[in-house]
């Protein structure tokens, strides 16, 4: 089936938020995946800190144009060696651009400028179209040469199966977008896989607040007609309640709620589970940390930081889906007011902050 048939109906997906979501969300499978060199170094029991605004300093030109939506600087906590802390300069390409090793260049030295030395930059090329050089930038004028190469990762060039048997999440994320790139003109083959990817995000028996993630990773970015997407439902709700394989239960619980969100219904119980199992996770790890590492007079003080941090990552999880819902629904800043269980004035504010965005 020819994509151009939908072509007009297709709606706007915000593709570079949702990679910049799932950067943040799955750091550490992502680091271990892509870098895993690196992440033997790191020390992940200590979060990263997430520097956006750091970043929107350092290259306002970049932010006043909207062009920084899946940059991401980290400052991330070394297990030993030199520095106690390195900072981590994470893009993703979805698209060619001849300039960008030009610009990643130019992001790397005013990092350094005001971070110091110890700074390291991946790219994640999604597009199957990259630019040659894709892992360098060469200054060459009148006997001053100057080098620059960065880490990459190529979307085009991973196996897929060596990505199928992966047990990393991460490898799920590179698969969905491996798929996106081979069905651009082909939604019945897409339906097929989308199908596959999510029946592996909910056998594989990840924590659940990973699965809610992963399949709306892949339900937004997946975008089939309203036609397909419908038959693709009946088949997903049908296959997944008779299967016979151990399939995670409360996996299955995300995948029915999914449908839900996407198509504005049942979203504040969705978001409603999905809070209390994230909750439930964190303070079941956070005991057993206390338990093993810190004595009894902090304890309190400690399960009360984990739970802080928990809330600001329900709180972004929230932004993300009424982003999602404005982006690529119709709805109305009250019926999604109303899904999401907020004021209707901060719905309006995404709003405002999206369209300032385009």
């Known amino acids: 089936m ?37 992440a033997s170094d790191i020390d992940f029991s200590k979060p990263p800190e997430f520097l956006q605004q750091e970043l929107a300093k350092i290259m306002p030109e970049q932010t006043a144009k909207g062009r920084m939506s899946t940059d991401k600087l980290f400052k991330v906590t070394m297990k030993n060696g030199e520095y106690e802390h390195i900072f981590l300069h994470v893009e993703v390409e979805s698209q060619r651009k001849l300039d960008f090793p030009e610009k990643n260049f130019k992001y790397f030295y005013r990092i350094f400028d ?14 199957d179209d990259v630019p040659i050089p894709h892992d360098r930038y060469v200054y060459d004028f009148r006997g001053t040469r100057l080098v620059y190469e960065f880490n990459t990762y190529l979307v085009r060039d991973a196996d897929e199966e060596m990505l199928l048997k992966s047990d990393n999440i991460f490898a799920l994320v590179i698969l969905t977008c491996k798929y996106i790139n081979q069905t651009k003109n082909d939604f019945d083959l897409r339906r097929k896989f989308k199908m596959k990817l999510f029946r592996l995000a909910i056998e594989r028996g990840y924590p659940n607040a990973y699965i809610m993630q992963l399949l709306t990773f892949i339900g937004i970015l997946m975008y089939l007609p309203p036609e397909i997407e419908k038959g693709f439902k009946m088949s997903a709700e049908k296959e997944f309640k008779t299967t016979t394989l151990d399939v995670n239960k409360q996996g299955l619980d995300y995948l029915a709620n999914l449908f839900g969100i996407l198509e504005g219904k049942r979203g504040e119980e969705f978001m409603a589970k999905a809070k209390a199992d994230a909750m439930a996770e964190a303070m079941a790890e956070a005991k057993v940390e206390v338990r093993a590492e810190v004595v009894e007079e902090v304890r309190a003080e400690v399960v009360e930081e984990v739970r802080a941090e928990v809330v600001e990552e329900q709180r972004k999880a929230k932004i993300n889906i009424i982003r999602n819902l404005i982006l690529s629904t119709s709805m109305q800043p009250d019926e999604i007011a109303g899904i999401v269980g907020i004021s209707i004035e901060e719905v309006l504010k995404i709003k405002a902050e999206i369209d300032a965005e385009n």
């Not at 110091?116 to 597009?127: D, E, F, N, P, Q």
């Open 114 to 127: 005001r971070k110091g030395k110890a700074i390291t930059a991946l790219v994640i090329y999604a597009s």
């Open 2 to 38: 020819n994509e151009s048939n939908h072509q007009s109906q297709t709606p706007r997906i915000d593709y570079d938020g949702q990679w910049k979501h799932i950067v943040e969300v799955f750091f550490e499978p992502m680091m271990k995946f892509v870098m895993p060199d690196l």
